[in-house]
């Protein structure tokens, strides 16, 4: 079983910066690939990031794009995924959620929420003007 837990969130000013990190203390091996995800207030959950299982290949979302970078260290027992977050825009606020896919078949899979099969809790980001 995996096991998704995010830290990290927090309030920052615009132009600031936030580290979100996940850990999966599951079933480390079968994961295929990691995401971020979030979820504004009265809005829809929307795709930030993912990164494949080896980490060479990332995808993001165009509002992110140069000021969010993933990654990933794949270590024996745990996989931990990061998310560093640059030149945070008010509009970036939202809950924050870590994700993992056992199975991707296509790149768009890494676009889609319902492709992945485990989350974590969330974790709030405040960007304040």
């Known amino acids: 079983q995996v096991r998704l837990v995010e830290s990290g969130g927090g309030l920052v000013q615009a132009g600031g910066s936030l580290r979100l990190s996940c850990a999966d203390s599951?079933?480390?091996?079968?994961?295929?690939?990691m995401g971020w995800f979030r979820q504004a207030p009265g809005k829809e959950r929307e795709f930030v990031a993912a990164?494949?299982?080896?980490?060479?290949?990332?995808?993001?979302t165009d509002s992110v794009k140069g000021r969010f970078t993933i990654s990933r260290d794949n270590a024996e027992n745990t996989v931990m995924v990061y998310l560093e977050m640059d030149s945070l825009k008010p509009e970036d606020t939202a809950v924050y959620s870590c994700?993992?896919?056992?199975?991707?078949?296509?790149?768009?899979?890494?676009?889609?929420?319902?492709?992945?099969?485990?989350w974590g809790q969330g974790t709030q980001v405040t960007v304040s003007s």
């Open positions: 994700s993992a896919a056992m199975t991707i078949y296509s790149n768009m899979y890494y676009y889609t929420a319902l492709r992945y099969d485990y």
């Open positions: 599951g079933r480390t091996l079968s994961t295929v690939a």
């Open positions: 990164i494949s299982r080896s980490g060479s290949t990332t995808y993001y």
